[in-house]
């Protein structure tokens, strides 16, 4: 009967085809060898999925004390996501430094042009030395960046972490004993501004950051001071080291205090970086610029998107600012820190 069947739906769809020199598409090769076979629909290349590239920095000073020290603590994340939330890779970091000062408001110490990173520092962090951790912060950091992929921030929230900040996931707290809180705050953050900026499944994601507490100023009669760290981070991602995504942003955390070295500052409100404070950060408004920073950071990201590292350093610069005529129309700022900042991303 089923052989009945067939024979009917072949002569059938000769019938209706005729002469016409259609090719007859044949479901049952056993019937109609000769005829054309439906093919499936291709898989979509792996390679051509877009996803959006995040960045978070997000900073406290807190524990900063009278008399003592601004203290600043810095968690770092960079991430691609899919369209659908989904987190494809992830890349995290810190930076916790002070700058300390006494009852006169005098700097004593912690000033420094080149301030390293928690993953720069490596084992020189300390926990395994001299807090009898089983694994240091880097390899944590670089733990839980792996658990999150593949996973949406709010399944992360759900199993992998509690509401003390802790790693509930059991197989997670074996790698990463450390608070996941400020992690968390970062990640999610990232993925809720990520942008498609060029990045596809398969690039290479890169963090890094460049700091310094060089600007920190000792408190006098005329001008309060200031511990102040400075940072500017990008994430970025690389395909046969060419970049294909790029994001800049830049941390201006100070802590003020007088000559009493009372300190003068909130410092239980959240540090804004540049981007999050958009136009209040106050180029146009008080400077006069065209166009405010976080334009022209993205602009300088649009620009090298596209270009190797060394194409990047290329770049010419008159008195620290873009030579070339199309880059300046955009980014009047001095790009050679962004310039830094791109190729030690690329190294």
Not at 56 to 68: C, G, P
Not at 92 to 118: C, M, N, R
Request: hydrophobic share 40%.
């Amino acid at each position: 009967m089923k052989r009945f069947f067939r024979i009917c739906a072949l002569l059938l769809t000769v019938f209706l085809t005729g002469c016409s020199g259609t090719p007859v598409v044949c479901y049952d090769p056993c019937y109609c060898p000769d005829a054309v076979q439906p093919q499936p629909d291709p898989e979509p290349d792996a390679t051509e999925i877009p996803l959006k590239t995040g960045l978070a920095v997000v900073t406290s000073i807190a524990d900063s004390q009278n008399a003592a020290q601004g203290d600043f603590q810095v968690t770092l994340a960079a991430l691609t996501v899919d369209d659908s939330g989904v987190i494809q890779s992830c890349v995290l970091d810190g930076i916790s430094t002070q700058v300390t000062f006494d009852a006169s408001g005098t700097i004593t110490g912690g000033v420094s042009d080149s301030v390293l990173s928690k993953n720069e520092l490596g084992d020189e962090y300390g926990m395994k030395t001299y807090g009898g951790a089983k694994f240091e912060w880097y390899q944590q950091a670089a733990a839980f960046a792996r658990y999150v992929q593949g996973k949406t921030v709010e399944e992360v929230k759900r199993y992998g972490v509690n509401t003390e900040g802790m790693a509930s996931d059991p197989d997670l707290a074996t790698s990463a004993t450390i608070y996941l809180g400020d992690f968390l705050q970062a990640i999610e953050q990232a993925a809720a501004g990520a942008q498609h900026l060029g990045a596809q499944q398969g690039d290479e994601l890169r963090l890094a950051s460049l700091s310094s507490t060089a600007a920190s100023v000792s408190a006098s009669a005329e001008n309060p001071g200031a511990a102040q760290l400075d940072t500017d981070v990008t994430a970025l991602t690389i395909r046969d080291d060419v970049i294909t995504s790029c994001v800049i942003d830049s941390l201006q955390a100070q802590v003020s205090f007088d000559t009493s070295g009372t300190i003068t500052t909130d410092v239980a409100q959240p540090v804004p970086t540049k981007n999050q404070l958009g136009d209040d950060y106050g180029m146009v408004a008080y400077g006069g610029a065209k166009y405010e920073w976080y334009q022209q950071a993205a602009s300088f990201a649009k620009y090298v998107t596209g270009m190797t590292a060394r194409e990047v350093s290329g770049i010419a610069v008159d008195q620290g600012k873009a030579a070339q005529a199309d880059l300046l129309s955009s980014v009047t700022i001095r790009i050679t820190g962004f310039q830094a900042l791109v190729v030690k991303a690329c190294e």
